[in-house]
């Protein structure tokens, strides 16, 4: 093993920690994150939409975002259903190939995916805007991660510098939400089931939903290069993942009830470990043929560039192939 993979394997274990759900087959090695953001994977798999085109999808779960796309290039990985980080941009700027091949969730008006929120002692003495935050603690993952650009960039619209707050890097969201509890920090960047968790607990007030102030492209799927290569499979999958994807467009963002989407609720529920009512609240914005938000990724790695976290600006040829999105369409209905 190349001594950067070995390295980068190391990393996982400081990152963030991972286990494995039971194995439903062998097909598909998939790591996802057990948030409301991956209900299409689970919905994929529990309707049988993979199957359907001879994926069986395994999944593992991990605690945070980074360490898929470390996954991912190490080879434990087939495919990954993440955010955007700049760990993930520094692996590929190294020369080890990852793709980008489809949307996995937007920051998007009007869905709720991530959200800045502030202790409810601090909102109730008068903390109401990021600017009142000046000067303290914010928790987030990891540096780096999409947490991190939420914030820096929230920071930027407000005419303010990365150093006026404090990022605090925990590894993971349910470390992030117990120091939020612990009033060990004065606010956090997380995501749902979170978010509505520290709200209907009384821990948190959300100051800001992201995608009402900031859309863009947070979570992908994203294909190791030796899974790519296998053509017929990386297709096949890509079907699945689209039918998935417009079952839960039309469920979810479209109708927001019904029959099918308590279906949705109670799956994505049995997979997060959230209550049904907290599900509800934190469906995220979808494309429901999976298309990614052109020219997004250009702007995320020149973001991270400027910051000094990303070694250099990655064109979107050298990251993103949406060729087996378009061929998983061209075949259906």
Do not use: C
């Amino acid at each position: 093993m190349p001594r950067r993979l070995a390295a980068l394997l190391v990393a996982v274990l400081v990152w963030g920690g991972v286990s494995e759900a039971p194995a439903q087959g062998q097909k598909v090695k998939l790591g996802v994150l057990r948030l409301t953001s991956s209900a299409v994977l689970f919905v994929g798999a529990e309707k049988g939409y993979f199957k359907e085109f001879g994926i069986e999808p395994e999944f593992v779960f991990f605690e945070a975002a980074q360490p898929i796309a470390v996954a991912i290039a190490s080879g434990d990985l087939e495919v990954g259903a993440t955010g955007l980080t700049a760990g993930l941009y520094n692996i590929v700027a190294g020369g080890v190939p990852i793709w980008i091949v489809a949307d996995k969730g937007r920051e998007w008006p009007d869905h709720n995916l991530t959200a800045l929120v502030v202790r409810k002692d601090l909102y109730d003495a008068g903390v109401r805007t990021l600017r009142d935050l000046k000067g303290k603690k914010i928790g987030v993952t990891q540096i780096g991660s999409t947490f991190h650009y939420n914030v820096g960039r929230l920071l930027e619209k407000e005419g303010m510098a990365p150093g006026e707050v404090e990022l605090v890097p925990l590894q993971s969201l349910g470390a992030v939400a117990d120091a939020l509890t612990a009033k060990r920090l004065d606010a956090v960047a997380t995501a749902e089931p979170f978010v509505s968790r520290l709200e209907t607990s009384g821990v948190g007030v959300t100051l800001i939903r992201t995608g009402d102030s900031l859309p863009w492209q947070i979570a992908v799927m994203l294909y190791a290069d030796r899974f790519a290569r296998d053509r017929a499979r990386a297709v096949a999958f890509m079907k699945g993942y689209v039918k998935a994807s417009r079952h839960y467009f039309d469920s979810v963002v479209k109708r927001r009830a019904g029959p099918e989407y308590d279906e949705i609720v109670a799956i994505t529920a049995t997979y997060t470990g959230a209550r049904p009512e907290l599900i509800r609240r934190g469906f995220p914005y979808q494309d429901r043929d999976g298309r990614l938000m052109p020219g997004d990724i250009g702007r995320q790695t020149a973001w991270w560039f400027a910051q000094g976290l990303v070694k250099a600006p990655i064109p979107d040829r050298d990251i993103v192939d949406e060729s087996f999105l378009r061929e998983a369409l061209k075949g259906m209905p």
